[in-house]
């Protein structure tokens, strides 16, 4: 096999070679997937850990990738010609491997103190920072790399998984409580007043999101939500005892059972269509088209790089119309995402991460995310013909920026659903569910 220049051209004379990518497709149907089988000899030749290599061409194509240490291969899902690996490996030694001064594969890389990944080059001296908006950019962050052309272990600074960094921050939260405990006894004993201990999040962007999620504050939009619920039920109910006066209020014994539901079900629905031509039905679908606008002005703002501003006039919504961070997800999948949905999650990514660090429950806003937002928009929303398929990539996009768990997803997918909408999407989300659950049997593997 001919070996390539690093970089591209065709001097022979050209001393710094790589061998080409070998790429093997191999399963069939949802198990499609292509095995990169020389990564390892190829990330020798370009100085680079092999597992980034395999990330970035899964990243490029909007797909799930694992690595195997002990075969030396790196695996990503689906099929894919290995002309179009070789192209994305050519980008990935552009952009991470290349001097961009003299553009030749002389740069080391390193982690600076503020978490950024700095190129040194051996040949002219360039020192800069790499491309931090590259998703790989995250994945190097987490996995360092060593000296010797691999990545760090934990031990060393490496990657830590999800469930080390709960165990951390937990671990944490308890020396925070702890530390406020004995703060509060020594205001027993000398009438101190120390500020209390700050155990949230130390993420220096979390106030720029402005609503009020203390205790007092949710329990007062809860109270007004309910209101609101108990004046439609209330509605709704006048008009179902309106239509019933007169009526045979009776059951008719156990032989009349079936009847009776069949009865029951079809009076839900003429309540339900009355009320879909009442007042009531026609102001709260005023709000909502008024608030889809609100949010779509946000959106466009996000889309702009202009955060801040995105912020401000969510922060609006939500204030206007006694919104939770969980609405204003339920409207931001409804009106943000098309076919290129993928891309677009990571456009919008510091505007999702503001908006979940804005939820007093967070277990529960990610719940939301998966079911019904992620559901319905693959499953039910305008694109759910080209979606469906990428239900995959998007769960994974949502992972990567924190804005799933691994127990959140495996648990959404194990319980599974009797809806249609619900199986489909399962189904199609199921390569992606195998992945993460043999990525954490692995895991678990190292660790004994």
Same mark, same amino acid.
């Given at each position: ?12 004379? $050209?001393? $710094? ?38 990330? $970035? ?27 179009? *690996? ?39 001296? $360039? ?8 998703? *790989? ?15 760090? @272990? ?10 080390? !960094?709960?165990?951390?921050?937990? =671990? ?60 439609? &039920? ?37 309540? &339900? ?14 709000? !909502? ?23 401000? *006039? ?34 919008? &990514? ?5 908006? *979940?660090?804005?939820?007093? @429950? ?43 768990? =691994? ?42």
């Amino acid at each position: 096999m001919s070996l390539l220049n690093i970089g591209g051209g065709d001097d022979p004379a $050209y001393r $710094y070679k790589m061998p080409p990518v070998v790429g093997k497709k191999e399963g069939i149907g949802n198990g499609k997937k292509t095995v990169l089988v020389n990564a390892t000899d190829v990330g020798k030749a370009l100085k680079r850990p092999p597992q980034y290599l395999v990330k $970035y061409c899964a990243v490029e194509l909007g797909a799930v990738s694992t690595f195997d240490k002990e075969q030396g291969s790196g695996t990503v899902n689906g099929w894919h010609e290995t002309p179009v *690996l070789q192209e994305k490996t050519n980008k990935f030694i552009k952009e991470w491997v290349l001097c961009p001064r003299c553009k030749l594969p002389e740069t080391s890389m390193e982690l600076g103190k503020k978490k950024e990944i700095i190129f040194d080059c051996k040949a002219c001296g $360039y020192h800069g920072v790499a491309d931090m908006m590259h998703k *790989l950019a995250t994945f190097i962050v987490n996995n360092p790399p060593d000296a010797k052309g691999g990545i760090q @272990d934990k031990a060393a600074g490496g990657k830590k998984t999800k469930e080390d !960094r709960k165990r951390e921050k937990a =671990e944490k939260n308890a020396a925070g409580a702890k530390k406020a405990a004995a703060a509060d006894d020594d205001d027993d004993d000398d009438g101190g007043g120390d500020e209390p201990v700050d155990i949230a999040d130390d993420d220096d962007d979390d106030d720029d999101w402005a609503i009020d999620t203390s205790a007092e504050a949710v329990a007062a939009r809860e109270a007004k939500a309910q209101a609101s619920f108990e004046k439609i &039920e209330a509605a709704t109910k006048d008009m179902s005892e309106t239509k019933l006066d007169g009526g045979d209020g009776g059951d008719g014994g156990d032989g009349k059972k079936e009847k009776k539901e069949k009865k029951s079900k079809k009076k839900d629905k003429e309540d &339900e269509d009355e009320f879909a031509d009442s007042p009531a039905a026609k102001a709260l679908e005023e709000q !909502r088209e008024k608030i889809k606008v609100e949010v779509k002005a946000a959106v466009a703002k996000s889309e702009e790089k202009q955060i801040d501003e995105a912020v401000k *006039l969510l922060m609006a919504t939500a204030k206007s119309h006694e919104l939770e961070p969980n609405d204003l997800f339920g409207f931001i999948f409804d009106v943000a995402f098309d076919e290129d949905a993928v891309k677009q999650l990571k456009t919008h &990514e510091k505007l999702l991460t503001k908006l *979940l660090k804005a939820s007093p @429950d967070k277990k529960k806003t990610r719940k939301f995310i998966i079911s019904p937002c992620v559901e319905t928009l693959v499953g039910e929303g305008p694109h759910k013909g080209v979606l469906l398929k990428k239900t995959p990539a998007i769960l994974k996009a949502l992972y990567d920026m924190d804005l799933l768990e =691994e127990d959140d997803l495996v648990k959404w997918f194990d319980k599974g659903s009797k809806r249609k909408l619900g199986k489909a999407v399962r189904e199609a989300a199921e390569p992606f569910v195998t992945w993460l659950k043999e990525a954490e049997s692995d895991s678990d593997d190292d660790d004994e």
